[in-house]
């Protein structure tokens, strides 16, 4: 039986994000809520399936894998997988066993990774393009993962020619430091620049459970929503 008090978070959200989207004159087929399952069970997740939802996103490899597979021990509707955080390159390989997108592009040596890991998926079965995100630093903190929006277009170029991704549009975090209509103000221009480059690439991934409205204003086509819908984290 499913949790009631997780069927009302999830119910009361939905709510939420449709009247965000009617008062900014969007369509609900547009924005994609992804519920964001870290430290939550696999049991979470089938639950969340029994109320209706297909996207789940995921940060850390070594949970995320054991628990789409857990997932898919019981008989469920298709769902889809988001990874949304930093990857390392040595995790590729297992990422894109499970995974339907990868919202966390932010670099040379992790496009070549999955560059290299793509090829060999090809060659053993049929294997569908992998859809990702550049990721944003809208920082001044180097040591954040993501690509400035002022080298977006030069590392985008590159992805375009890399063969075995699909880039599909831009991830970005409202920095606790700005304004959060500032910095979807900033991923907005980046994702018109992004389509400069590739008209179909114009999705944004932005939004979490305490900012998703304002994100849905900006534009934000894929919502990365935690706790707002799963409640406390369970940490092990």
Known sequence: MVDQQLAERYHAVKSQVAQAIAAANRKEADVT???VTKF???KLVLDLLDLGARDFGENKDQEAGPKAAQVLEHVVPEHRW????QLQSNKVK??????SAIHS???QSLLGALVKET????AVEDFKDIDVFIELNLTDDPERGGIQPAALSQFATEVLEAPGVNLVGVMGVASLDNEAEADFE???MASETLKTLKPQANLISAGMSGDFGIAI?????HLRIGTAITGPRQYN
């Open 119 to 122: 090829a060999k998926k090809r």
């Open 217 to 221: 204003q900006y534009g934000a086509t």
């Open 186 to 188: 900033r991923i907005r």
């Open 94 to 99: 297992s990422v894109l066993s499970y995974a």
């Open 33 to 35: 809520t992804i519920v």
């Open 82 to 85: 988001h990874f949304v955080g």
């Open 40 to 42: 939550h069970s696999a």
């Open 105 to 107: 592009l932010d670099r």
